[in-house]
């Protein structure tokens, strides 16, 4: 039996025209009907599946679709409806190319103005591809799913797991949680998880290490060793023992690392689909 080579191109005839199916059997399915310009940046949008034609959200994230064509982009979506929807139709009305990467785990078929679909398994799956996808993000109003992807990519860029892309959330809806998780991201908090990739910064004082302890340390000789031969164990002096510390016996935070919310805003908040197409063009094109 002849061997069959493991990319299988299968081609299929449309009322609509000619599409192009090509089998990846390890892992994912991608339909094409078209192939995209490896010189577009690609704008990875998240937001809700409910909206539907003509409610505030989906005609936003219609305006979206369009004024990031316009820029000069292509969009990448979840692929379905609400909002991935109108985003993917406001991109295609425009002239533009539209990828959606969907997922086996759901029911639901990708929206008619999908050029190309990338099929994958897993729910997990879906979102690391949306996310590897991506040269930038949006993400707009949303539920729980979209609270989770606006969190991993956040928390991706925040902990250098990938590398730095310009992320937008459209409108004020995501404002009071991106106020709440910048209070703990605070500089005067430094986190505890530091990347590998990152230079170590030395420590706080342990509270145990009050600031009446002298600056040395000595032990007692043994009984078969001189007085003499004991050296003093060198100690860090605690920050009231050093020069321009504050008042006597305060503990100042140490510096931010400048790789990470608390140093510099990971999030740019922009009121309207044209502004957020216009700070992406400054940060890509």
């Known amino acids: 039996m002849r061997r069959q080579h493991p990319l299988t191109l299968r081609i299929k005839f449309h009322v609509s025209g000619l599409r192009i199916a090509i089998q990846d059997h390890s892992r994912f399915t991608v339909y094409a009907s078209r192939f995209t310009s490896l010189a577009t940046k690609t704008i990875t949008v998240f937001g809700s599946s409910r909206p539907r034609d003509g409610h505030p959200d989906y005609l936003e994230a219609f305006a979206l679709g369009r004024a990031l064509v316009e ?17 993917s139709r406001g991109a295609k009305e425009a002239g533009g190319e539209v990828l959606a990467v969907t997922a086996a785990f759901f029911r639901s078929r990708a929206n008619p103005w999908v050029d190309v679909e990338i099929r994958v398994a897993t729910w997990q799956d879906r979102l690391f591809e949306l996310i590897r996808r991506g040269d930038a993000y949006v993400a707009c109003k949303g539920g729980t799913g979209t609270l989770v992807e606006l969190a991993v990519v956040w928390e ?28 703990v991201e605070a500089p005067s908090l430094p986190s505890s998880e530091i990347p590998s990739s990152v230079a170590p910064t030395s420590r706080r004082p342990r509270p145990s290490e009050p600031a009446s302890l002298v600056a040395t340390v000595s032990r007692r000789p043994r009984p078969s060793e001189p007085a003499s031969l004991v050296a003093p164990v060198s100690r860090r002096p605690c920050p009231s023992e050093t020069p321009d510390s504050g008042s006597a016996g305060s503990i100042p935070p140490l510096p931010a690392p400048p790789w990470n919310e608390a140093a510099s805003p990971l999030i740019h908040l922009s009121p309207t689909p044209a502004d957020a197409a216009s700070f992406l063009a400054s940060r890509l094109l």
């Not at 000069?72 to 929807?85: A, I, L, R």
């Not at 892309?165 to 709440?180: C, E, H, N, S």
């Open 71 to 87: 820029k000069g982009f292509s969009v990448c979506t979840g692929g379905y409806g609400g909002v991935m929807e109108a985003v």
């Open 156 to 183: 991706m860029l925040n902990k250098r797991v990938i590398e730095a892309k310009p992320f937008v959330v459209l409108g004020p809806f995501w404002q009071p949680i991106l106020d709440r998780v910048r209070e």
